[in-house]
Nanobody, 121 residues
Framework: QVQLVESGGGLVQAGGSLRVSCAAS????????MAWYRQAPGKQRELVAA???????NYADSVKGRFTISRDNAKNTVTLQMNSLKPEDTAIYYC???????????????WGQGTQVTVSS
């Protein structure tokens, strides 16, 4: 009854910028942490950036200073602004949210289906 849908992504030149967004819908009581993960070909999924409900953020070392994560609680969305993109940023980017549904106090992880980001040399 809860689903996450990513938007954005695409093909950009190295040094360019791209913005990906994710919106949650369904029977949602609260959304705690929101995050973006990515998975490149032949590699494991890794955490890119996360943001808590109080706005506290953390980033993977590889994207610090280049990526910015933000959230809009009124719209149940999380956005990742990606600047100074590098070919090694190429991956499928997945939205993740810790959500408590109506009728429970327990939060669990929900995942989007992913959006492709490709950075050309």
């Amino acid at each position: 009854q809860v689903q996450l849908v990513e938007s954005g992504g695409g093909l950009v030149q190295a040094g360019g910028s791209l913005r990906v967004s994710c919106a949650a819908s369904g029977s949602i009581a609260s959304i705690n942490a929101m995050a973006w993960y990515r998975q490149a070909p032949g590699k494991q999924r890794e955490l890119v950036a996360a943001i808590r409900s109080d706005g506290t953020t953390n980033y993977a070392d590889s994207v610090k200073g280049r990526f910015t994560i933000s959230r809009d609680n009124a719209k149940n969305t999380v956005t990742l602004q990606m600047n100074s993109l590098k070919p090694e940023d190429t991956a499928i980017y997945y939205c993740n949210m810790k959500i408590a549904r109506w009728g429970t106090l327990v939060s669990r992880d929900y995942w989007g289906q992913g959006t492709q980001v490709t950075v050309s040399s």
